[in-house]
């Protein structure tokens, strides 16, 4: 159905051109994905945990830290891959890096792109694949199912190595079910493979049991396991880690990458170590958790309320953002530029296809992290007007 025709209102919310930048000052409520609940973030308890990093016996801290991280950090960090996700991994083998782009930077280098083809979910997560790209790797787009990656396809493209994000499909969130996590573990044991799986938002999971990461199944040793502070604590932390399997940590030994200086602070590495000891992460992940059920909850309802049967919603299982399908005849382009014009900022999901001709016509990607649920109430409406012209 097509939307029925307004005039848009030139005053308030009309979006304004400056040297050629939209004027971000026009905008009420930004669903980007990536922002975070700032209201539930402890200030108070990483002031005070900031404070005891920064006292005269951690003086240790000013020189150069260990190129792989704190150690006392990645113990933090095994224990909880190892209680939350079932990752069997001693603290040596994981890196902390500044952030997930940065990590794959240093394993693209590792395993080397010149010779080496890249397979990724299609569509999937563009940062990466740029990265991939960036290093040599030939990407080989797989075509995903309704569980998710294609493992014939896989197969098929006799690729050796594939980035993949099973327990959270990014961007459309399906969940790989068990049987086809062991298919993809055979797939790295008759290919020689290696997997790279990037549980980017694992702690949030709505529906269902979680299933074990492929790292924790994987008996053949052949999974890179990565995972980010980003969603769940702060993205401006800039801290990730990755585990990599012995073999891969002791080629990271041998070839002078431990000369790579470590890019995370120590100081901030010291506050999570703290924080994470003395027991705030696991409350806090308990808190967002519910924190972001509600935001989403809100999100969900309030669409179904207003556009019902006009729109399709994607990927309510877990994480930080939805897709939406509008089915209103306006392109992405349109409904992105509609929903601005009433000072709402959505976002593209065409970038996440490396083959454009395929990707979704009609579709947005919606971040409610960083919204109040008010926010988020207001601006559907506001969708809504922008999209069927009512409201
Ligand atoms: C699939 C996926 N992995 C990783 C990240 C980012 O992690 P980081 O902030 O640690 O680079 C994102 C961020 O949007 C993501 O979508």
Not at 283 to 306: C, D, G, P, W
């Amino acid at each position: 159905m097509l939307p029925r025709q307004r005039k848009r209102p030139l005053g308030l919310f009309r979006l304004v051109m400056v040297n050629g930048l939209q004027d971000s000052s026009a905008i009420r409520y930004d669903f980007r994905y990536g922002d975070v609940d700032a209201e539930h973030f402890p200030f108070a308890t990483w002031r005070k945990l900031s404070n005891l990093s920064m006292q005269l016996d951690q003086r240790d801290l000013i020189a150069y830290g260990d190129p792989l991280g704190e150690p006392g950090l990645r113990v933090e960090i095994a224990n909880y891959l190892y209680s939350s996700r079932g990752v069997n991994c001693s603290p040596d083998q994981i890196m902390i890096g500044a952030g997930v782009q940065y990590l794959l930077g240093v394993l693209s280098r590792l395993i080397g792109g010149a010779n080496n083809g890249m397979a990724m979910e299609e569509p999937g997560y563009d940062g990466v694949r740029t990265i991939f790209s960036h290093h040599g790797f030939h990407i080989y787009p797989i075509p995903l199912e309704t569980d998710g990656l294609n493992i014939r396809k896989l197969y098929e493209s006799k690729s050796r190595i594939v980035y993949i994000t099973p327990s959270h499909q990014f961007p459309y969130g399906m969940v790989m079910p068990l049987p086809k996590r062991m298919q993809l573990l055979k797939w790295a044991t008759d290919q020689n493979g290696i997997i790279i799986e990037d549980d980017y938002d694992s702690e949030f999971r709505y529906v269902g049991k979680p299933i074990p990461s492929l790292q924790s199944l994987d008996t053949h040793h052949r999974t890179v396991y990565l995972g980010t502070f980003s969603k769940c604590l702060l993205p401006s932390l800039r801290i990730a880690y990755m585990v990599l399997p012995q073999e891969l940590i002791e080629l990271h030994g041998k070839q002078d990458y431990r000369l790579y200086d470590q890019t995370v602070s120590r100081f901030h590495q010291k506050t999570l170590e703290l924080f994470m000891k003395n027991g705030h992460w696991e409350a806090h992940i308990r808190r967002m958790r519910n924190v972001y059920k509600e935001k989403q909850f809100t999100l969900i309802s309030r669409i179904q309320q207003l556009m019902g049967s006009q729109v399709t919603i994607i990927g309510q299982d877990a994480g930080l953002h939805i897709l939406l399908r509008i089915h209103n005849g306006m392109d992405e382009q349109k409904l992105i530029a509609t929903a601005e014009e009433e000072g709402i900022r959505v976002y593209p999901v065409s970038p996440f296809w490396a083959q454009q001709a395929e990707a979704e016509k009609s579709m947005v990607q919606i971040g409610f992290g960083g919204l109040s649920k008010e926010d988020i109430t207001e601006g559907v409406r506001a969708l809504h007007r922008a999209w069927f012209g009512i409201g």
